[in-house]
């Protein structure tokens, strides 16, 4: 939604910002997004602040759910096969650990994309 706020009505998680299952990111979204908004209205940054805040992060992880989707509808037997085959060789390969790195690192880099402030001190 382009806004997440109305007056005094806030949304968080879902209800404001829902990833879809193939993001695999909504949990994370749903309890950072609660810890923002409650520190932004302590701290008095207000709604402005909670989208200031969250926007980025949340467009982020968004984003992850159409480039996985594209490997999660697997079109045949003989390709769910292959897939499933790979990934129980994945660990004896050469080269695992760049391509752990090419399937993995986008979601570490949308996982990380915020700095949580310490709202507490
Ligand atoms: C199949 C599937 C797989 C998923 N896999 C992952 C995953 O691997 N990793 C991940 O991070 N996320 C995953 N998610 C997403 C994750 O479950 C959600 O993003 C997350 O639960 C959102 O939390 P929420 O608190 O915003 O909403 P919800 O968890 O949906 O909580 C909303 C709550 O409000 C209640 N409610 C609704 N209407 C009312 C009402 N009128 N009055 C009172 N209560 C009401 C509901 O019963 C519910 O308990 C998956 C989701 C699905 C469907």
Known sequence: ??????????LVGDAAYCASPASGQ??????????VLAG?????GGADGYERELRDFVTAN???????LKGMVIPSRLALWI???MIKLLPHLPGRDRMVERIAGPI????NAISLKNYVE
């Open 1 to 10: 939604m382009d806004r997440w706020s109305k007056g005094r009505v806030m």
């Open 26 to 35: 909504g949990t994370s979204l749903a309890i950072v997004g609660a810890y």
């Open 40 to 44: 932004e209205l302590a701290d008095g």
């Open 62 to 68: 968004q984003a992850l759910a159409e480039a996985n």
């Open 83 to 85: 897939q499933i085959t």
């Open 108 to 111: 570490h880099r949308a996982a």
